[in-house]
């Protein structure tokens, strides 16, 4: 079975403090890994997609990367608006299979 | 583009009465995805459309609940009767064809917030 652990649960930092959200997964064959934030009372707002070990994308003072068993999200110089539940899911790769199996996500909170 | 709707936002009901969630997905997204989240855990899969027909509807959790997609157009997710552990923020999400390698993902509604009493 697919499962997705992310830590730390919480994260508390000052303003400019950089970081990084781990995501550890056990996929049976990864199709993709999806990076999403999520506001309170909004749904997932999507980031990013990685496919293979070695990969990495960059989004403003977001930037994800992949290995064979854990995904890293880094946020360098974050600002108060970055505060959110972050969430990464993966996709598995089989025929007809487009379910995304989630982690519980990190509560970053960015401290003026 | 217009993103993902769902109604209502927000449902009270009691256990036994029956409860009827729409999604609208983005025009022209032929995927319909539903997602519920229950307190403490994680979003999980319910459900996958592709136009009308149900393409994987292995993470529904009993007969109680139904979804239907007519026309391929906008969802229902009806629950009948309702149970106090069907309690949770029910998502909906649609995509058009998925593409490995796009830096593209699911699109998701705002949630309908389900409390069954």
């Known amino acids: 079975e697919d499962q997705v652990t992310q830590s730390p649960e919480a994260l508390r930092l000052q303003e400019g403090e950089s970081s990084s959200l781990n995501c550890s997964y056990t996929v049976s064959g990864l199709r993709g890994l999806f990076w999403y934030r999520q506001d309170p009372g909004k749904g997932p707002e999507f980031l990013f997609t990685?496919?293979?070990a070695g990969e990495e994308k960059e989004k403003e003072r977001l930037k994800a990367t992949l290995t064979k068993k854990e995904s890293f999200l880094h946020i360098t110089a974050p600002k108060p608006e970055d505060s959110a539940t972050y969430l990464c899911a993966v996709q598995a790769r089989q025929v007809g299979n487009e379910k995304l199996t989630f982690g519980t996500g990190t509560r970053l909170t960015i401290i003026p | 583009e217009a993103g993902v709707t769902q109604f209502p936002s927000h449902s009270v009901i009691e256990k036994g009465q029956t409860v009827t969630l729409r999604c609208d997905p983005i025009?022209?997204?032929?995927?319909l995805y539903w997602y519920r989240r229950v307190m403490g855990k994680e979003i999980k899969f319910l459900l996958h459309?592709?136009?009308?027909?149900?393409?994987?509807e292995s993470g529904m959790p009993n007969n109680r609940f139904l979804a239907e997609r007519t026309g391929g157009t906008y969802s229902t997710l009806k629950v009948q009767p309702a149970e106090l552990e069907d309690s949770g923020v029910y998502f909906c999400?649609?995509?058009?064809?998925?593409?490995?390698?796009?830096?593209?993902?699911?699109?998701f509604g705002s949630g309908t917030r389900l409390t069954v009493v």
């Open positions: 025009s022209g997204h032929d995927n």
């Open positions: 990685l496919y293979s």
């Open positions: 459309f592709v136009k009308e027909s149900k393409q994987d």
């Open positions: 999400a649609s995509s058009q064809d998925f593409r490995v390698g796009s830096n593209y993902g699911y699109t």
